[in-house]
């Protein structure tokens, strides 16, 4: 089993920036795959970016590349996702996932852990 904590969320303005950290335990995440996902409300749960078990390869949606930077420190078992130019549509609570993986390209679905999440609120 994988435990999952995701800290750094919070109330912040349009156009600041924010790191979100996603501390695992139970397992060494060195062979998963770690993504994250956001959920708007009254939306449904949506991809945001991944990272392969290496860090050798991320993956970003299109809205999000160039504001968003994945990343990750397999000696603290920790994953990052530093956000920047926030606007009131990236409002969500972010959910960071891993998966068992050991592919190049890091999936962008069926997650087999998850967080609790943490809320992101941009104000404007």
């Known amino acids: 089993q994988v435990q999952l904590v995701e800290s750094g969320g919070g109330l912040v303005q349009v156009g600041d920036s924010l790191r979100l950290s996603c501390a695992a335990s139970?397992?060494?995440?060195?062979?998963?795959?770690m993504g994250w996902f956001r959920q708007a409300p009254g939306k449904e749960r949506e991809f945001v970016a991944a990272i392969n078990w290496s860090g050798g390869s991320t993956y970003n949606t299109d809205s999000e590349k160039g504001r968003f930077t994945i990343s990750r420190d397999n000696a603290k078992s920790t994953a990052y996702l530093q956000m920047n130019s926030l606007k009131p549509e990236d409002t969500a609570v972010y959910y960071c996932?891993?998966?068992?993986?050991?592919?190049?390209?890091?999936?962008?679905?069926?997650?087999?852990?998850w967080g609790q999440g943490t809320q992101v609120t941009v104000s404007s």
């Open positions: 996932a891993a998966k068992w993986s050991g592919t190049y390209r890091p999936p962008t679905g069926q997650y087999d852990y």
């Open positions: 139970g397992r060494t995440i060195s062979r998963y795959a």
